[in-house]
């Protein structure tokens, strides 16, 4: 799903607008086209690092995390 645009008006910034592998879409404006085209890459290789965890894991913790805190609060045990 990833897409990109770069687009000048005379008189006007480059306007930089991406979408990322999730259908998160962002925009920025740049003095140079080069600019604009780096940040489109940096946009993308962030999405890496969320492919790269282990999302059982993270899951796993954030579930004990929330029974840690039902357990502070004195609420029913998640079984």
Excluded: P
């Amino acid at each position: 799903m990833r897409d990109f645009s770069i687009t000048k008006n005379e008189g006007e910034l480059y306007v930089a607008k991406v979408t990322d592998s999730y259908g998160n879409s962002y925009e920025n404006y740049f003095d140079t086209a080069n600019s604009a085209n780096d940040w489109i890459y940096h946009v993308w290789s962030e999405e890496d690092w969320f492919n790269s965890v282990k999302s059982q894991e993270l899951l796993a913790n954030a579930i004990e995390e929330c029974k840690e805190i039902d357990r502070i609060n004195n609420i029913t045990k998640i079984m």
